[in-house]
């Protein structure tokens, strides 16, 4: 996943910690999983579309508040075959960049999750791989460069063998700082991502109108630029806060993500990059999103990585 970036616009509105926290969670409903169709009276609503399989996710549902999410019996969530209205979203770059096209396609295709935005990175590649099995069918073809001799190799990948390598989240993820400091971590979720992706984008995009700006010295474009790398700053250490549980030590368990979010700016360097080490090893559990590749043209073998661009994944190569 990219990693992010600017200007006046107050992101903490749209998907801060505050405002995320802020949101009412909704009582659980009483229903057991079935299609949104069955809820009402419209006697076409039989012939509605049915789910294609059923999942169970890395984390098993462990890092969703109450309410968020309704696993069956088998701990396993159903997942349906993605309407017209969904790809089109998908086609819609605006929704991407912020997740919200994401954020309709699970609440369309997995009703069991009840709050997407809680979707963490490891249950969002086995989602999106299942709403593509349930859409288009069990295999995907990709087409990979041969890093060897450059030309191009087609693929086609057996999806739910993709499934199949799924290894599970623990749901608690303790990393000791020092003898007096333990730090629990959590997967990055939609919430967070999509605030630190718009962050990203707009803070780019500032520093490129900076640089541009022939009316500004190149005393002040420097000046401007570095408000820009603090602001990128800040946004990381607000996705790092957001993927810290709690801070344990002695005779405290913090859980406030403003003190955390403070404790993570005067950390030194080293503590920090094992944080973020930690996290993303957490981050890339779940599926392997790797194949064996063989070259046609020169017989060179590598490991091919699986493109989960969610603006591309759902193409259909194979048909028409
Ligand atoms: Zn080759």
Known sequence: MPKMTDDDFDESTLFGAEAVA????????ALAVTSPAAESDNPL??????????????????????????????GEVAVYPMRAADEMLLASPDALMNNSAIISLIR??????????????????????????????????????CPECKKPNTFEVDLPAVLGTMTKVPAVNPLRLSDEVVVYLRPHNMATQGKILISAFRETRAA???????????????????????RLTDMNLFGLANSVVKVVVPGYEVTNVEHIKQFLGETDKGTLNRLRDELERINSLGIDKTVPAACVHCAHEWEGAIEFNPATFFEDRSSD
């Open 22 to 29: 802020s949101i009412p969670v909704p009582k659980p409903v």
């Open 45 to 74: 609503s039989k012939y509605f579309r049915l789910p294609g399989l059923s999942v169970s996710l890395p984390t098993g549902g462990a890092y969703f508040p109450a309410g968020a999410i309704e696993l069956d019996d088998a």
């Open 108 to 145: 369309s295709c997995v009703p069991a999750i009840k709050r997407p935005e809680f979707v963490s990175s490891p249950d969002l590649d086995v989602l999106l791989v299942a709403i593509r099995v349930a859409s288009n069918g069990e295999t995907m073809e990709i087409q990979l460069e």
């Open 208 to 230: 490129q109108a900076i640089a541009l700006d022939e009316t500004l010295s190149e005393e002040e474009k420097g000046a401007r630029l570095s408000v820009v790398m603090e």
